[in-house]
């Protein structure tokens, strides 16, 4: 199994800058995607970014704003946010979908964070 712990979180201005981090324990070498979702308050979860091996994706809305970074252990997510805005406000979740070998075969699962909350003042 993969655990995922969220930190950084915290209340910023419009404007300012948070740095969140996700530490992984357990199967982390079978990690294949890392990434982070969103959810806001009455709204629908939503994915912020996400990285395999080198490669990175972004939403739209975060694009030029935001960097997802994984450390050379791999044990380790970073999402640096900056320029955010009232709209970023949202709990930010830390995910990872791993490979697991079972006696059914190869399969993929997924591992959540408990989420840390981001809150933007305008």
């Known amino acids: 199994q993969v655990h995922l712990a969220e930190s950084g979180g915290g209340l910023v201005s419009a404007g300012g800058s948070l740095k969140l981090s996700c530490a992984a324990s357990g199967r982390t070498s079978s990690i294949i995607d890392f990434g982070w979702y969103r959810q806001a308050p009455g709204m629908q979860r939503e994915l912020v970014a996400t990285?395999?091996?080198?490669?990175?994706l972004y939403a739209d809305s975060v694009k030029g704003r935001f960097t997802i970074s994984r450390d050379s252990a791999q044990n380790n997510l970073y999402l640096e946010m900056n320029n955010l805005k009232a709209e970023d406000t949202a709990v930010y979740l830390c995910?990872?979908?791993?490979?697991?070998?079972?006696?059914?075969?190869?399969?993929?699962?997924?591992?959540w964070g408990q989420g840390t909350q981001v809150t933007v003042s305008s």
């Open positions: 990285i395999r091996a080198t490669a990175t």
């Open positions: 995910f990872a979908a791993y490979t697991e070998i079972t006696d059914r075969g190869t399969i993929l699962t997924n591992s």
